[in-house]
């Protein structure tokens, strides 16, 4: 079955540093791959997507790798802040926009 | 403001006794999704509508039911609740592209 696989657990780093987080998949091929951030007691947020065809992205402090061949995906902040804290979900779609499968999510703490 | 709007926000309910959480989304998007989130499990889908009168069955169906009579509207119904539907759900919309899902602020359901 499909199966995607976040750091369960939390990724403790230093205010200022790169925060790289991990997605990894197995038994699928997406034709896209999310990021989304969620605060405690909060709909998740949507921040990224990069297409199967796509190797990076980037949005400000932002930037997501879709390496299919790995079958990961790495999130990473730079210059972290500690309102950056918080979990991290990445997700996995085909075609449409029907059927999106989430991980479970990393939290992420990053300490001033 | 474009939102997804979900209510209950919580809910306290005795089992066996039908209830419908409403979600509404003022942005004209065609998709819309309902999730369940339980700790550790993650996010899972439960049902999923791509357009008007156009539903299909996530991963989690079982005990759920929707419609989607408007294309601004997708209520979920819980026709004959039971304590292991205790969980936190999350109504979600997108418009499709490269824009990902907007989540409401999630519904608590207790069924006791």
């Known amino acids: 079955s499909q199966k995607i696989e976040q750091n369960s657990e939390a990724l403790n780093i230093q205010e200022g540093k790169t925060a790289t987080l991990t997605c990894n998949y197995t038994?699928?091929?997406?034709?896209?791959l999310q990021w989304y951030r969620q605060d405690p007691g909060r709909g998740p947020v949507f921040l990224l997507l990069i297409r199967e065809n796509e190797k990076e992205k980037r949005k400000e402090r932002l930037k997501v790798t879709f390496d299919t061949t790995l079958k990961q995906s790495l999130f990473h902040i730079t210059a972290s802040q500690p309102a950056d804290s918080a979990t991290y979900l990445c997700?996995?779609?085909?075609?449409?926009?029907?059927?999106?499968?989430f991980g479970a999510g990393t939290r992420l703490a990053v300490h001033p | 403001e474009a939102q997804v709007t979900q209510n209950p926000r919580y809910l306290i309910t005795v089992t066996g006794k039908k209830l419908t959480v409403t979600c509404s989304q003022n942005?004209?998007?065609?998709?819309m999704s309902w999730y369940r989130q339980d700790p550790g499990l993650g996010l899972r889908q439960i049902y999923y509508?791509?357009?008007?009168?156009?539903?299909d069955k996530g991963d989690v169906p079982e005990g759920y039911k929707v419609s989607r009579k408007e294309k601004r509207n997708f209520p979920l119904i819980l026709e004959s609740p039971s304590p292991n539907q205790t969980s936190l759900y999350f109504c979600?919309?997108?418009?499709?592209?490269?824009?990902?899902?907007?989540f409401g602020s999630g519904t608590r359901l207790t069924v006791v």
């Open positions: 038994n699928y091929s997406p034709a896209y």
């Open positions: 997700a996995l779609g085909s075609g449409g926009y029907n059927k999106l499968i």
């Open positions: 942005m004209n998007h065609e998709y």
């Open positions: 509508s791509m357009n008007v009168e156009v539903t």
């Open positions: 979600a919309s997108s418009g499709g592209g490269s824009y990902g899902y907007t």
